[in-house]
């Protein structure tokens, strides 16, 4: 197994999935702009924290919307007893 596919399937497994998917386009990037190890690493996690903070919030929306129509549900057959 390459460096390559390791380095994929452990950060799949530590659940770095946009790392994972982000990585190899940042090192081009990286390479090509002459960026630090440390700025390299900044970009990559930085990456991963905003998309943890969107499906957070994707998660959160979707969950008081659920709660929302299970409430007013609640309420029209509160009366029907």
Do not use: F
């Amino acid at each position: 197994m390459t460096d390559i596919h390791t380095l994929e399937r452990l950060l799949r497994k530590l659940r770095l999935t946009r790392i994972a998917l982000e990585w190899h386009s940042q090192e081009k990037r990286a390479l090509a702009e002459g960026w630090t190890p440390s700025r390299y690493l900044l970009s990559l996690c930085s990456e991963e924290a905003t998309h943890r903070e969107g499906e957070r919030l994707r998660r959160y929306i979707t969950a008081a919307a659920i709660y929302k129509r299970c409430t007013v549900a609640g309420r029209k057959n509160a009366g029907r007893i």
